[in-house]
């Protein structure tokens, strides 16, 4: 594996990322825009930067246009073209300002962003699987409790390594270069021999209905979701969803 560079389509910022994560979604630490992380070089000159591509969209080369005589604009088709354009640029300014909630999601590398299902709803189980329950946490008197049991998840791990919760309440824990960082807030506390607890106030959660996360082992396993949890996303990556009962203010911390 080699790492290069390539420009983001929107504002130029260049990032550095491994040949690993070709073809995959990051988002630019700049501008916030989703990229698709172009193909690696074949050179490993240091001056040969690519450029990605807006996710969700391709590239498709012009057709051949037959040069001609340009008729003059019809009056009409001024002021229809004006409109577009005026509407265009009022689309643009919404996205930005909204980009915090529309393009938050797990940076490239984790396999917890949801393409197919950005809401989280739950999907529904399998038909006759009476084993089909939400897993990793309940509202309990004005608290979320995240709760991860290894044999749940269909894992062992040490009795020391830490877990984490991530979700896009904590932007992922920003790992936006693909690195997790130790995140102390974010910290399960073993309660049990076979289980880890953390606990946060429900008002923190408000800001939403539904959340998506994880649960991270060692800062760098990402708990992949058993088909029996109820509250799996659709879609792939699959994410768990957390769902808050009312919606009265707050921001996560």
């Known amino acids: ?7 983001c389509p929107v504002c130029g910022q260049h990032i550095k990322c491994d040949s690993s994560h070709s073809g995959s979604v990051m988002e630019c630490p700049t501008c916030f825009q989703k990229i698709t992380v172009p193909p690696a070089p074949a050179t490993d000159d240091p001056k040969f930067i690519l450029t990605g591509t807006t996710a969700g969209k391709r590239r498709f080369p012009a057709a051949p246009v037959t040069p001609g005589p340009a008729a003059p604009p019809a009056k009409g088709s001024l002021v229809a073209g004006t409109t577009f354009v005026f509407l265009l640029c009022a689309a643009v300014a919404a996205l930005f300002v909204f980009r915090g909630m529309i393009f938050e999601s797990a940076p490239a590398g984790t396999n917890a962003v949801n393409t197919a299902n950005p809401l989280g709803a739950p999907s529904n189980p399998a038909p006759g699987n009476p084993t089909a329950a939400a897993l990793g946490y309940r509202v309990d008197a004005g608290e979320v409790v995240f709760v991860f049991e290894p044999a749940a998840f269909g894992v062992d791990i040490a009795a020391d390594a830490p877990v984490h919760v ?12 693909g690195t997790i960082h130790p995140a102390p ?28 996360f994880k649960f991270v082992v060692n800062l760098n396993q990402w708990i992949e979701i058993p088909e029996t949890a109820l509250n799996r996303t659709a879609g792939q990556p699959v994410n768990l969803t957390l769902t808050i009962p009312d919606k009265a203010g707050g921001v996560p911390n």
């Open 185 to 212: 807030a974010w910290q399960m506390q073993r309660v049990a021999d076979h289980r880890y607890e953390l606990h946060k106030q429900l008002a923190d959660f408000h800001q939403r209905p539904q959340w998506e």
């Open 166 to 177: 991530a979700g896009n309440f904590n932007r992922w824990l920003d790992a936006s270069d």
């Open 1 to 7: 594996m080699s790492e290069f560079k390539y420009a």
